[in-house]
């Protein structure tokens, strides 16, 4: 098993900046791709970002290339979402996921574990 505990969010302005953070717990946490995905009110669940197990594979959605970067520190079992020129669409309860498997990938289904998600509130 593993815990998935996400922090950082809050209140902000449009073209302010966040960064969410992710702390894993439980089994090891380098072995696993990791992801993040936001769910806006009324709205299904969307692919943010992933990272694969050594970081050196990143994706990102359409809306957030160029604006969000996703990282990861292994020897802090933690992964990171900067969120910059944030925007109010990006306003969505955030995830952290993760896979047991090496790769990063943009599909929710292909994710074993999720955290319960924090708020990120853009105003305009």
């Known amino acids: 098993q593993v815990q998935l505990v996400e922090s950082g969010g809050g209140l902000v302005q449009a073209g302010d900046s966040l960064r969410l953070s992710c702390v894993a717990s439980g089994r090891t946490f380098s072995p696993y791709g990791m992801g993040w995905f936001r769910q806006a009110r009324g709205e299904e669940r969307d692919f943010v970002a992933t990272?694969?197990?050594?970081?050196?594979?990143?994706y990102y959605a359409d809306s957030v290339k160029g604006r969000f970067t996703i990282s990861r520190d292994n020897a802090k079992n933690t992964v990171y979402l900067q969120m910059n020129s944030l925007k109010p669409e990006d306003t969505a309860v955030y995830y952290c996921a993760a896979r047991a498997g090496s790769a990063a990938s943009p599909y929710s289904s292909n994710y074993d574990y999720w955290g319960q998600g924090t708020q990120v509130t853009v105003s305009s």
């Open positions: 990272i694969s197990k050594s970081g050196g594979t990143t």
